[in-house]
């Protein structure tokens, strides 16, 4: 006799349900296991795509901001070029202007200013020839006093500087506005 024979059968019946059910639960319980690996290596695929993507977007990103910085240091390159060639130009207008006042007030150099001949100058026309013991024969000129001239020469100094600080302006907007 065998062992099964002895086991009345609604209990044989009751211990092969609750064997089924056993099994059919182990069975689900292996296929969570199964698709919780497989959605976790999903998971771990998404994961890493992202993380390359990620960093590529990082890699262009440092590429561009390189190139920006090098276009940057190329231009402060430009402008301090053109700086200091300004500044050069300044200087020497600004020595220039000073060695001019200089001679002006040792009495090394003189401005004069040339007169029309057809100007009445005290009611007075003035002579179309010259004085018989001269030797010009250039029209007539009139010299300036000093104080004037050395007034017209500030004028001019602070034109020059004008000048040479619009040029620098312009220079600088140029410079900035070209794309190079």
Known sequence: ????????????????????????????????????????????????????????????????????????LALEQRLSGSEQTHYRVLSDAQRDQGRLRDRLATADLRLSVLLDATTVAGGEPMPATTATGGVVHDATRVQLDPAHAQRIIGITDAGDQGLIALAACQAYAKEVSTPK
């Open 1 to 72: 006799m065998r062992l099964v024979d002895l086991i009345p059968a609604p209990y044989r019946l009751l211990a092969s349900g609750v064997l089924l059910l056993a099994l059919a639960g182990g069975s689900a319980v292996l296929t969570w296991q199964v698709q919780d690996w497989r959605y976790g290596q999903q998971l771990a695929e998404q994961a890493r795509l992202q993380a390359e993507t990620l960093n590529q977007l990082a890699q262009v990103a440092a590429t561009q901001q390189q190139a920006e910085q090098g276009k940057r």
